[in-house]
């Protein structure tokens, strides 16, 4: 029965430790049995709390067995990035800087998953503080997808994807800049959901663009999804960017999973045209589907959307070059000491650590973001970006006006192979295309599978986007048109998944 757990939903996990048919402990050690299994080759996690995950699942136990009155996924464990604070476990970020530190605090994202008692297995893998499209820039090593080894589980929480697809866990906190959940999760066939800005805590969460910075739930399933969004969001004090609001019932629009009667509209700008024709293809076949169960299809044009692009890469490295100027090396992390220098000076120390502790990419986003904030350039680079951001908030605003929810494949394409886009930024930036609006303008996002491509056979993904605060109104949609996936394919797309454990690394 070990094996078979690992591969339940979390909503039957939650049934399961509920009825006592298995204890949390099972649970916890089946998936970190899973673990011990096929890591080796997936390389999802930087780190693996065995003891402290079996501690808190045999706590779970001890409240059950006393009566206590627990939280529904009480005893269901889950992943966390590594970009999230948790106190006496490593948090590094994917970057060398951070080598080694742990964190005294928890981020209030960790602080409510431990309230609800879902043991934390271990700190996923990410692209170096959240920059990148393919995990490779992480300092520790890239993760792989469990669909093609040789392939990018998407990025920068490839390690919170690969994790889920490849059964190590049944959920996974990711964080969402500019794609980081969507575009993982549309290439690993699984399903994620960036939030509306400010509906879960940034507290915590090692800041990257504090402006577009936004954690997340990572799952297999949109029920699934919704149950762990409603057990991280909600008002926090100690965020001042949260919003005093109710949180929507995410996990009664995912039960209702009814389209009858909405709009949705497919954006122009974001489908067609430089997308892969197995991924368009997919989209297409999803939009039917959703006809199929009673809505209505528009189209919505947003021509804005085609500086998202541009004005995203200069906001996030902008904000990127201010966050890491608190990596200096003279209160925690890396310290390196300047090469043939007898008696250094702060600055110089200062020098030598940031150089090697941060990768090139990094380096490469607090260069151009040092540029655009400089005199003489502000104004005509970030500011000018800024005013774009403005012009695509208008565009949704416009679009919602005509539609309930908005429609585009996730990404261009499918997981491309491991070292193909590394010498190429601009191609690696460009896979980000479809994700980056609702960045910029703070409205939530949900990708899930939309099927296989023809050409390569990889998961493909299809985006929901909803109104800020509407969050409900992704599971809604997203649950009906999984429904109709399901009942078209006759068994969820991981199934269709290699076998990691007959697969190797070559």
Not at 196 to 206: A, E, F, K, P
């Given at each position: 029965?070990?094996?078979?757990?690992?591969?339940?939903?979390?909503?039957?996990?939650?049934?399961?430790?509920?009825?006592?048919?298995?204890?949390?402990?099972?649970?916890?050690?089946?998936?970190?049995?899973?673990?011990?299994?096929?890591?080796?080759?997936?390389?999802?996690?930087l780190?693996?709390?065995?003891?402290?995950?079996?501690?808190?699942?045999?706590?779970?136990?001890?409240?059950?067995?006393?009566?206590?009155?627990?939280?529904?996924?009480?005893?269901?464990?889950?992943?966390?990035?590594?970009?999230?604070?948790?106190?006496?476990?490593?948090?590094?970020?994917?970057?060398?800087?951070?080598?080694?530190?742990?964190?005294?605090?928890?981020?209030?994202?960790?602080?409510?998953?431990?309230?609800?008692?879902?043991?934390?297995?271990?700190?996923?893998?990410?692209?170096?503080?959240a920059?990148?499209?393919?995990?490779?820039?992480?300092?520790?090593?890239?993760?792989?997808?469990?669909?093609?080894?040789?392939?990018?589980?998407?990025?920068?929480?490839?390690?919170?994807?690969?994790?889920?697809?490849?059964?190590?866990?049944?959920?996974?906190?990711?964080t969402?800049?500019?794609?980081?959940?969507?575009?993982?999760?549309?290439?690993?066939?699984?399903?994620?959901?960036?939030?509306?800005?400010g509906?879960?805590?940034?507290?915590?969460?090692?800041?990257?663009?504090?402006?577009?910075?936004?954690?997340?739930?990572?799952?297999?399933?949109?029920?699934?999804?919704?149950?762990?969004?409603?057990?991280?969001?909600?008002?926090?004090?100690?965020?001042?960017?949260?919003?005093?609001?109710?949180?929507?019932?995410?996990?009664?629009?995912?039960?209702?999973?009814?389209?009858?009667?909405?709009?949705?509209?497919?954006?122009?700008?974001?489908?067609?045209?430089?997308?892969?024709?197995?991924?368009?293809?997919?989209?297409?076949e999803?939009?039917?589907?959703?006809?199929?169960?009673?809505?209505?299809?528009?189209?919505?044009d947003?021509?804005?959307?085609?500086?998202?692009?541009?004005?995203?890469?200069?906001i996030?490295?902008?904000?990127?070059?201010s966050?890491?100027?608190?990596?200096?090396?003279?209160?925690?992390?890396l310290?390196?000491?300047?090469?043939?220098?007898?008696?250094?000076?702060?600055?110089?120390?200062?020098?030598?650590?940031?150089?090697?502790?941060?990768?090139?990419?990094?380096?490469?986003?607090?260069?151009?973001?040092?540029?655009?904030?400089?005199?003489?350039?502000?104004?005509?680079?970030?500011?000018?970006?800024?005013?774009?951001?403005?012009?695509?908030?208008?565009?949704?605003?416009r679009?919602?006006?005509?539609?309930?929810v908005?429609?585009?494949?996730?990404?261009?394409?499918?997981?491309?192979?491991?070292?193909?886009?590394?010498?190429?930024?601009?191609?690696?930036?460009?896979?980000?295309?479809?994700?980056?609006?609702?960045?910029?303008?703070?409205?939530?996002?949900?990708s899930?599978?939309?099927?296989?491509?023809?050409?390569?056979?990889?998961?493909?993904?299809?985006?929901?986007?909803?109104?800020?605060?509407?969050?409900?109104?992704?599971?809604?949609?997203?649950?009906?048109?999984?429904?109709?996936?399901?009942?078209?394919?006759?068994?969820?797309?991981?199934?269709?998944?290699?076998?990691?454990?007959?697969?190797?690394?070559?």
């Amino acid at each position: 029965m070990t094996t078979d757990l690992t591969r339940r939903s979390a909503a039957e996990m939650a049934s399961l430790l509920s009825t006592r048919e298995v204890s949390a402990v099972e649970l916890t050690q089946a998936h970190l049995d899973r673990t011990d299994a096929v890591d080796a080759l997936v390389h999802s996690y930087l780190h693996v709390d065995h003891e402290g995950a079996l501690a808190q699942a045999r706590a779970v136990d001890q409240r059950r067995a006393a009566g206590d009155d627990l939280h529904p996924l009480a005893g269901v464990p889950i992943a966390v990035k590594d970009i999230l604070t948790t106190k006496g476990l490593p948090t590094t970020c994917g970057s060398r800087i951070l080598e080694g530190w742990v964190p005294p605090y928890d981020a209030t994202v960790v602080t409510r998953l431990r309230e609800a008692g879902m043991p934390i297995l271990g700190k996923t893998n990410l692209d170096e503080f959240a920059m990148g499209s393919s995990t490779e820039h992480s300092a520790y090593g890239p993760s792989r997808n469990p669909w093609d080894l040789e392939r990018i589980p998407g990025g920068s929480g490839g390690g919170s994807s690969s994790v889920i697809a490849s059964f190590q866990a049944p959920l996974a906190i990711g964080t969402d800049t500019g794609g980081s959940i969507r575009q993982p999760a549309a290439v690993t066939g699984t399903v994620g959901t960036k939030p509306t800005y400010g509906s879960v805590s940034r507290y915590g969460l090692v800041a990257l663009a504090s402006s577009l910075d936004q954690a997340g739930p990572c799952a297999r399933t949109v029920l699934d999804t919704a149950l762990l969004h409603a057990v991280i969001a909600g008002h926090d004090q100690l965020d001042s960017t949260s919003i005093d609001a109710p949180v929507p019932a995410v996990v009664e629009a995912a039960l209702r999973a009814d389209v009858s009667g909405m709009t949705v509209g497919v954006i122009r700008q974001l489908t067609g045209e430089g997308y892969q024709a197995g991924v368009q293809t997919r989209f297409d076949e999803a939009v039917a589907l959703l006809v199929e169960r009673g809505a209505k299809v528009v189209e919505v044009d947003c021509p804005n959307f085609d500086y998202a692009l541009a004005a995203y890469y200069l906001i996030l490295p902008s904000e990127a070059s201010s966050n890491l100027a608190k990596f200096d090396a003279m209160r925690y992390g890396l310290r390196v000491p300047p090469a043939e220098v007898d008696d250094p000076s702060a600055e110089q120390v200062m020098a030598a650590s940031r150089d090697a502790g941060f990768g090139d990419e990094v380096k490469r986003r607090i260069i151009l973001g040092t540029y655009a904030l400089s005199s003489g350039y502000y104004d005509a680079y970030y500011g000018q970006a800024q005013k774009v951001r403005r012009l695509i908030a208008d565009d949704f605003s416009r679009a919602f006006a005509s539609a309930d929810v908005l429609l585009s494949p996730t990404a261009p394409t499918t997981a491309f192979r491991l070292g193909e886009k590394l010498d190429d930024p601009m191609a690696m930036y460009r896979g980000d295309v479809a994700t980056i609006p609702a960045n910029l303008a703070g409205v939530p996002g949900m990708s899930l599978p939309s099927g296989l491509s023809d050409e390569d056979g990889l998961p493909t993904g299809i985006q929901i986007l909803a109104p800020a605060t509407q969050d409900d109104r992704l599971y809604a949609v997203g649950a009906a048109l999984e429904a109709a996936l399901l009942e078209r394919w006759g068994a969820p797309l991981l199934t269709r998944a290699p076998d990691l454990s007959q697969g190797a690394v070559t």
